[in-house]
Nanobody, 119 residues
Framework: QLQASGGGLVQAGGSLRLSCEVSGSTTGTNGIGWFRQAPEKERLLVAAISSGGFEHYADAVKGRFSISRDNRKNTVFLQMNSLKPEDTAVYYC???????????????WGKGTLVTVSS
């Protein structure tokens, strides 16, 4: 129901845009979150956007990443600029609930897409 794409290999300072296409039912959700998981580390929220367009970013990516959505295409994008080697991870999109400024993940996950940033 969630399909992430757009990952790849990029040099430090470069940019990538990830896409998350949502299909089917995601009952009880009002937002989409992007998470990332580096090897042997926990999966962490990077950015989220509500159905009303409210955006949330992790401190590590503020000013560099931008989340947006195209409701006609049921797709959420993550524009990643000024990439750093520490951004290297598998990126996953999730359908969840945005309550105020807090995003709660729910059990709707897409397969991840690998982002590798070389130094």
């Amino acid at each position: 129901q969630l399909q992430a794409s757009g990952g790849g290999l990029v040099q430090a300072g470069g940019s990538l845009r990830l896409s998350c296409e949502v299909s089917g039912s995601t009952t009880g959700t009002n937002g989409i979150g992007w998470f990332r998981q580096a090897p042997e580390k926990e999966r962490l929220l990077v950015a989220a956007i509500s159905s009303g367009g409210f955006e949330h970013y992790a401190d590590a990516v503020k000013g560099r990443f931008s989340i947006s959505r195209d409701n006609r295409k049921n797709t959420v994008f993550l524009q990643m600029n000024s990439l750093k080697p520490e951004d290297t991870a598998v990126y996953y999109c999730n359908a969840g609930a945005m309550v105020g400024q807090t995003y709660f993940k729910m059990d709707y996950w897409g397969k991840g897409t690998l982002v590798t940033v070389s130094s």
